[in-house]
């Protein structure tokens, strides 16, 4: 079975500066990855997903994460983040061949930003 | 622009009481799941529902019970609540289940106390 780990629970940055967040996952082959963002009271919306092809995924609102095969990992970024971005984001892992049921999702780390 | 709606958004609940969780959605998916995300778990599977007429059980489905009532509704049932059902529970959506890769549709959650 596939799992994640979001090794940061909370990161604070300052607004402006640059942004990465890291996800690592545990699968035999490669997994489908994705990227979810949870504003305070909000439930989750999808930022980026990567399947297969261009290791360096483009997201909504300026994020983009790239697959390291190598690493394990699908590490979130952003070059500038706004006050908007403080939220909580998730990252995901699912199994080609299955379903959605098979979505496993990480502990998630909770991002401040300070002006 | 609904998408994912889910009611009520907050319910305190004393241990044994029953209550259902409500969730349409309008963008003709065919594949429904419900949710609950506990703090330093993220979020985990309690039943889903592939299509219409079909639900499976998840990760977490012990005390709940759920109906697709049709292609818009799926409903989660407490027949006895415990504090340990004290969670955050988030309804969702993908147009289908079987293509893992489909982007996942969430509501903005139901918060339940169970006292």
């Known amino acids: 079975a596939q799992s994640v780990t979001q090794p940061d629970i909370h990161i604070t940055v300052s607004e402006g500066a640059s942004l990465e967040l890291r996800c690592n996952y545990s699968?035999?082959?490669?997994?489908?990855l994705f990227w979810y963002v949870q504003s305070p009271g909000q439930g989750l919306q999808l930022l980026l997903k990567?399947?297969?092809?261009?290791?360096l995924v483009q997201g909504i609102k300026g994020f983009e994460a790239e697959f390291k095969r190598s690493q394990s990992s699908f590490n979130l970024r952003k070059p500038s983040v706004h006050w908007s971005d403080a939220a909580e984001y998730f990252c995901?892992?699912?199994?080609?061949?299955?379903?959605?049921?098979?979505?496993?999702f990480g502990t998630g780390t909770r991002l401040t930003i300070i002006p | 622009n609904a998408g994912v709606t889910q009611t009520p958004k907050f319910q305190v609940l004393k241990t044994g009481q029953s209550m259902t969780l409500q969730c349409a959605q309008d963008?003709?998916?065919?594949?429904m799941y419900w949710y609950r995300q506990d703090p330093g778990m993220g979020l985990r599977l309690i039943y889903y529902?592939?299509?219409?007429?079909?639900?499976d059980k998840g990760e977490v489905p012990n005390g709940y019970n759920v109906s697709r009532l049709n292609k818009r509704e799926f409903s989660l049932r407490l027949e006895s609540a415990a504090p340990s059902q004290t969670s955050v529970y988030f309804c969702?959506?993908?147009?289908?289940?079987?293509?893992?890769?489909?982007?996942?549709?969430f509501g903005e959650g139901s918060w339940l106390t169970v006292v």
């Open positions: 969702a959506s993908t147009g289908d289940q079987y293509r893992g890769g489909n982007t996942i549709y």
């Open positions: 699968y035999g082959a490669t997994p489908y």
């Open positions: 990567y399947f297969s092809g261009d290791t």
């Open positions: 995901a892992v699912g199994a080609p061949n299955f379903g959605n049921e098979k979505l496993t």
């Open positions: 963008m003709n998916h065919n594949s």
């Open positions: 529902s592939a299509s219409e007429g079909t639900t």
